[in-house]
């Protein structure tokens, strides 16, 4: 009996070989994007709600006297200028506090600290910082700026307790903003004879600067919301801004502290409208900073 091989090769010729790129079904996958798409959709509609919930109910109440007044109780007016003034106070200051130290900080942990024990501490203390509850660092704030150092309730006070809590955002953020500056720069930077410093300063922060801002952004965003901290330390005082170098020395309530306030004393709609202003505060504060981080790197 003969077995006619000829028409194998042309058998395995019709056999195409599978391409690395070619989709197949899989139904885990199909699982997972379904999930996926689920969990951002969840997300996004929370976001939206919850932002849009605030400003239906606060920005009915928001008005010009309302923004640019004061409260008073002899002209039964309520306005939030002092507010608004002491929180971009706070921010700013706090800001020229943390900053640098904390982009200080990250620079050496990861171009001149040697990897070793204390290295490995610092990193931990770092990330158990970022856990404290802000209510021990306001107690904390009052033992040591109100008391020990006698700042009393004043701004100043609560914009150092507030550069304690930043710290730890400021220092992980530009470290892993650090480590993605490919190593071929620094190597062709010593090649080229070029000092550490010069380095650091000339190429690695120009390469990692968004990754700064977005440290700063996220700074920014715990600030605003602070209030707790602020209570213990700056206090809840209504003091409009007189003099911008002694102001700091005053007690001064930022507007998350007002928001307390007023939430506190059952004036929901002059909560919900200060919420509305501080949404809107913050979402403008994001956007400038991104619009600077895009100019930034054309």
Same mark, same amino acid.
């Given at each position: 009996?003969?077995?006619?091989? =000829? !028409? ?58 309302? +923004?640019? #007044? ?7 007016? &309520? ?5 608004? &003034? ?8 706090? +800001?020229?506090?943390? =900053? ?15 990897? #070793? ?21 306001? +107690? ?15 701004? @100043?006070?609560?914009? @150092? ?15 892993? !903003? ?10 062709? =930077?010593? #090649? ?18 968004? #990754? ?40 001064? =309530?930022?507007?998350? &502290? +007002?928001?307390?306030?007023? !939430? ?11 919420? !509305?202003?501080?949404?809107?505060? &913050? ?16």
């Amino acid at each position: 009996m003969t077995v006619n091989t =000829a !028409a194998r090769p042309a058998v395995l010729s019709e056999q195409k070989p599978r391409s690395l790129t070619e989709t197949r079904f899989r139904p885990f996958d199909l699982v997972f994007k379904s999930l996926s798409v689920l969990a951002g959709s969840i997300t996004l509609a929370v976001t939206v709600g919850l932002i849009g919930y605030i400003l239906v109910k606060g920005l009915p109440n928001v008005s010009w006297q309302f +923004l640019s #007044g004061t409260t008073s109780v002899l002209n039964d007016t &309520v306005g939030i200028l002092p507010g608004i &003034v002491n929180t971009l106070y706070i921010i700013v200051l706090t +800001l020229i506090v943390a =900053a640098p130290l904390g982009v200080g900080g990250a620079v050496y942990l990861n171009e001149y600290a040697k990897k #070793g024990r204390l290295t490995k501490v610092i990193e931990f203390t770092t990330e158990a910082l970022a856990g404290i509850p802000s209510i021990i660092y306001g +107690l904390f704030g009052m033992m040591m700026f109100n008391n020990l150092l006698g700042l009393r309730y004043s701004i @100043l006070s609560g914009c @150092l307790t507030l550069s304690i809590m930043v710290l730890p955002t400021i220092i992980r953020t530009t470290q892993e !903003a650090l480590r993605t500056v490919p190593t071929g720069y620094r190597e062709g =930077a010593a #090649g080229l004879g070029a000092s550490k410093w010069h380095t650091i300063r000339t190429i690695l922060i120009p390469c990692c600067k968004s #990754g700064i801002i977005t440290s700063l952004i996220l700074s920014i965003g715990r600030i605003v919301g602070e209030s707790a901290a602020l209570i213990f330390t700056a206090g809840i005082a209504e003091n409009l801004l007189q003099n911008v170098f002694t102001h700091s020395l005053q007690s001064g =309530a930022s507007l998350s &502290v +007002l928001l307390y306030k007023y !939430a506190d004393q059952g004036d929901n709609t002059t909560a919900f409208a200060i919420a !509305a202003v501080l949404v809107i505060l &913050v979402l403008a504060i994001n956007l400038s900073a991104r619009f600077v981080s895009a100019r930034t790197k054309k």
